[in-house]
């Protein structure tokens, strides 16, 4: 399957990937952290063999004085949160019939 994008969206389109890609991987490491570290588990390398090499560094990183000290902060931040997003996936164009 090929996708014809306009040359004037190309970059805004390259932007937006990049951007997602970055989102989807960061995601993808709180994931693995959290099915194992947090539960004293380490993968099986032979189901995730791309792990193998990284695994030792990912779990020096999360536990780092540094990455502690801004989950927390973060998470005061996150605590002090009065109003929450609760428009669903359409946004606010999606909502303004209702």
Known sequence: M???I???HEEKV???AIK???EQF???KKNIYDVFKKHG???NFDNFPKYRDHWDELIRYRQS???LARSS???ASAEKKEYHHSLCPGGYKARVEE
């Open 2 to 4: 090929k996708f014809s």
């Open 20 to 22: 997602k890609m970055g």
């Open 65 to 67: 004085k540094d990455t």
């Open 14 to 16: 390259k932007h937006w």
């Open 26 to 28: 960061w995601t993808h």
């Open 41 to 43: 588990k380490v993968p």
């Open 6 to 8: 306009p040359e004037e």
């Open 73 to 75: 902060i973060n998470k």
